[in-house]
């Protein structure tokens, strides 16, 4: 089985980061895809939307990167068939102090993962913190693909900028396949300046858009609280169908990116 390695950032908070990683996360095991979802955000808030005590847990992402524990040993089985975590807390914190003291820190992450090799995993999805540091840097240089949830507003927009200067340091510096795809999320139709942003942003990047888009959806907001994905909490919903349409595009994304010639 071969692992393909995605990482969730936008270094603007409040454009459903961690829901697209739960959301997504789910929607690609429903398709009967072994998905591990690591939660790289010391406000642990995708450990706690899967009904995790991030002060409880003792084996996390930050001990991958701090201590060296193998990657493996601090995944978590969750309720939902086929999706595994591995969980965040405070802790994790103490990655951005001391992982840039050490040489090559960039890679310590994919190291972490390709000692782990070969894992039951098709995907693993990583949730990146609010911020452009070590921990991020990290994840986007294990990475084959980054998704960016970004909101069809200025400030979201403005904040691209910064996403894609991170994306040629990286590419420069550590992972020069590294591939990205831009999600519109939190999507009001009826906003006259979402249609118009959102346009703007098609023009701009083209292809570097996912089609699918995220619409604003109350049932997304309760998923976390009752400790479950949408696409367990209301299948139904029209959150939960437009995450499982976007796991079908990034499945023949996938797929097609792997037909091509190296």
Same mark, same amino acid.
């Given at each position: 089985?071969?692992?393909?390695?995605?990482?969730?950032?936008?270094?603007?908070?409040?454009?459903?980061?961690?829901?697209?990683?739960?959301?997504?996360?789910?929607?690609?095991?429903?398709?009967?895809?072994?998905?591990?979802?690591?939660?790289?955000?010391?406000?642990?808030?995708?450990?706690?939307?899967?009904?995790?005590?991030?002060?409880?847990?003792?084996?996390?992402?930050?001990?991958?990167?701090?201590?060296?524990?193998?990657?493996?040993?601090?995944?978590?089985?969750?309720?939902?068939?086929?999706?595994?975590?591995?969980?965040?807390?405070?802790?994790?914190?103490?990655?951005?102090?001391?992982? %840039?003291?050490?040489?090559?820190? =960039?890679? #310590?992450?994919?190291? !972490?993962? +390709?000692?782990?090799?070969? *894992? $039951?995993?098709?995907?693993?999805?990583?949730?990146? %913190?609010?911020?452009?540091?070590? =921990?991020? #840097?990290?994840?986007? !240089?294990? +990475?084959?693909?980054?998704? *960016? $949830?970004?909101?069809?507003?200025?400030?979201?927009?403005?904040?691209?900028?910064?996403?894609?200067?991170?994306?040629?340091?990286?590419?420069?510096?550590?992972?020069?396949?590294?591939?990205?795809?831009?999600?519109?999320?939190?999507?009001?139709?009826?906003?006259?300046?979402?249609?118009?942003?959102?346009?703007?942003?098609?023009?701009?990047?083209?292809?570097?858009?996912?089609?699918?888009?995220?619409?604003?959806?109350?049932?997304?907001?309760?998923?976390?609280?009752?400790?479950?994905?949408?696409?367990?909490?209301?299948?139904?919903?029209?959150?939960?169908?437009?995450?499982?349409?976007?796991?079908?595009?990034?499945?023949?994304?996938?797929?097609?990116?792997?037909?091509?010639?190296?």
């Amino acid at each position: 089985m071969t692992t393909y390695t995605i990482a969730v950032s936008n270094e603007k908070g409040g454009v459903a980061k961690t829901t697209t990683t739960l959301s997504l996360g789910a929607a690609l095991a429903e398709t009967d895809k072994n998905v591990l979802l690591i939660d790289m955000d010391p406000q642990a808030n995708l450990t706690l939307a899967l009904g995790l005590e991030p002060g409880e847990v003792t084996q996390t992402s930050g001990g991958i990167l701090v201590e060296s524990i193998p990657l493996m040993s601090a995944r978590k089985k969750t309720d939902v068939p086929n999706l595994d975590l591995i969980p965040s807390n405070l802790k994790t914190e103490n990655a951005e102090q001391y992982l %840039p003291i050490r040489t090559n820190y =960039i890679s #310590t992450l994919r190291n !972490a993962i +390709s000692a782990a090799m070969p *894992i $039951p995993y098709d995907f693993i999805l990583i949730d990146c %913190p609010p911020s452009l540091g070590a =921990i991020t #840097t990290n994840a986007l !240089a294990a +990475s084959q693909l980054l998704i *960016i $949830p970004s909101q069809a507003e200025y400030f979201s927009a403005y904040a691209l900028r910064n996403m894609m200067g991170m994306i040629r340091r990286v590419r420069e510096d550590s992972n020069p396949a590294l591939a990205y795809r831009i999600l519109i999320t939190l999507l009001d139709r009826r906003n006259r300046t979402h249609r118009n942003i959102h346009e703007q942003l098609q023009t701009t990047f083209g292809d570097g858009l996912f089609e699918t888009v995220i619409e604003i959806d109350t049932k997304l907001r309760e998923s976390p609280i009752v400790g479950l994905p949408i696409t367990s909490y209301r299948p139904s919903s029209r959150g939960s169908q437009q995450y499982q349409i976007l796991a079908q595009e990034l499945i023949e994304y996938v797929k097609e990116t792997r037909q091509q010639p190296a």
